[in-house]
């Protein structure tokens, strides 16, 4: 899974900025909402959207303007200690407010998956670089399956070529995108289930 060539670059790039965890954020949470409540369970969506990609992105353009991180990715793992905790104080704010204000069940129990599947990441990240792009993907999958039907689980390849691209990348391993891929489908998947 190594580049063994320009193009498989130039393609690992175009996957690893094309889905990153944030764009899968974007797309997923409003069309959940969509799909299971309509036009107020995609405005829920949209409100998590803010605080899971919306404000932790601000965050990590303002660290970048700073010089505290050098991509957008965050690709040293000790400076992710300190972007993880603050997406998950978003994340936290948002379920708050959904709780408060009565969000549709599926919609809260996504929150309540992106913030479980946080937890186990942030403490792998300790001792090492776990894929959070594998892991947002894999666990977002996870959560449609639940929620729509198992033919969601066709969107697996997706995992794989996001994995494909950080390895050609050199921004992980493999060992760290399997693990990824693992976490987020059994962290978040539970946690949506449970949460519903």
């Known amino acids: 899974m190594s580049a063994s060539t320009p193009a498989a670059a130039v393609w690992a790039r175009r996957v690893t900025d094309g889905v990153e965890p944030k764009n899968v954020i974007i797309a997923v949470l409003p069309v959940l909402g969509l799909l299971r409540y309509g036009l107020s ?4 969506g949209l409100f998590a959207v803010l605080f899971a990609a919306v404000v932790p992105t601000w965050f990590i353009k303002r660290g970048m303007r700073q010089g505290r991180w050098d991509d957008r990715h965050v690709g040293q793992r000790q400076r992710r200690l300190v972007v993880i905790p603050f997406i998950m104080l978003s994340v936290l704010t948002s379920l708050g407010v959904m709780l408060w204000a009565g969000a549709p069940s599926d919609m809260t129990a996504m929150v309540i998956a992106m913030f479980a599947a946080l937890v186990p990441i942030m403490v792998i990240t300790v001792w090492w670089k776990v894929s959070v ?3 947002v993907a894999s666990g977002a999958i996870a959560c449609l399956a639940v929620a729509l039907g198992p033919w969601w689980l066709v969107g697996y390849p997706l995992v ?7 390895v050609v990348l050199r921004d992980h391993t493999l060992a760290q995108t399997v693990v990824g891929a693992a976490v987020g489908a059994a962290s978040a998947g539970l946690a949506f ?3 519903r």
């Not at 369970?41 to 829920?44: I, N, P, S, T």
């Not at 794989?160 to 950080?166: G, L, P, Q, T």
């Open 41 to 44: 369970g995609a405005a829920w």
């Open 133 to 135: 792009h594998t892991a």
């Open 160 to 166: 794989a070529a996001i994995a494909w691209s950080r």
């Open 193 to 195: 289930w449970a949460g």
